[in-house]
Structures are given as C-alpha cells and as structure tokens.
C-alpha cells in the first residue's frame, strides 16, 4: 500500500495507489477514494477509470477532481468540499505525492470555516508545508 499519511480522523492523503491497494484501504476504514492527479500525467501510472472501477467494485465512492500544474480553482475547492460533506467515513485523497490532495483538503477546510493555523499545523504533521497557502486559507475561512 502507498504511504497513507493521515491527517485527521476524516482524511488521509497518499502518494498514486494501485486498484490493488483498495481493498487494503477499505479494510483500514476508508470508504471514500479522491483522485486528484489528472489522466496521463504519467501513462505508467494506474488512470482514474482503473481506480474507479476497484473503488466501485468493493462499494465504495470515487470522485476525480484532478489539480493539474495550473493549480486550484473554486470548482475544484468546491467540489472537495462537497466530498468531505458527503463522506460517511474516512476520505483517502492522492495524486503523485500526496502534496495537492493535502493543499485541496487545506482549501476546502478553510472554505468550510476551518481555522488556518490548525489546517497548516494538521499539513504539517502529516509531513506537508502549508504556509505558502496562508493567504488563501486566511480569505478561504474568512478570517483573513
């Protein structure tokens, strides 16, 4: 399984998993999956549709809101968000690294309310910096 680092209770973020790796992760607790690395960003690496096919097969959800390199945007913080609401359990969120599914998650907190400074320091001890997002989590949760 891909190193699964968990950011709280409600969220785990990873570096690219296999549709191996479902099954491992259903039984860690997970029941929804959130693709965030686009198609073909590495034709090597498993594609959306493998993965959704596994995380359908063993009943779970999958959503794919990839974050190509010209970063975020407000359907894609929103489209988390709706994720994180909908989600009756442990979300598990990658892409190559786990680097934009951790930024992603910090947005979509944010604009749900969450304060900042909690956001980079659950980022931080999950191994992720998240103080080049300040300002935007700080507009994001209006608390800027």
């Known amino acids: 399984m891909a190193d699964i680092r968990k950011i709280d209770d409600t969220i785990s973020v990873a570096p690219q ?4 790796d479902v099954a491992e992760a259903k039984a860690l607790g997970f029941v929804a999956f959130v693709n965030n ?6 034709p090597s690496a498993p594609q959306g549709d493998e993965i959704a ?6 009943g779970l959800t999958y959503t794919a809101i990839p974050i190509t390199h010209a970063g975020f945007s407000h359907p894609q913080i929103d ?10 359990g442990p979300v ?9 599914s951790c930024n992603l998650w910090a947005l979509a907190r944010a604009k ?8 980079v ?6 191994g992720y910096d998240l103080n ?7 507009t994001l949760s209006g608390k800027a």
């Open 17 to 20: 998993i296999s549709a191996g």
């Open 37 to 42: 690395r686009p198609d073909g960003e590495e």
């Open 53 to 58: 096919a596994a995380v359908a097969s063993a």
């Open 79 to 88: 489209a988390m968000v709706a994720t994180l609401e909908a989600a009756n």
């Open 92 to 100: 598990l969120a990658y892409c190559r690294s786990g680097t934009r």
């Open 112 to 119: 749900m309310g969450d304060d900042p400074d909690t956001l």
């Open 121 to 126: 320091e659950k980022g931080a001890a999950a």
């Open 132 to 138: 080049g997002l300040r300002p935007l989590l700080e």
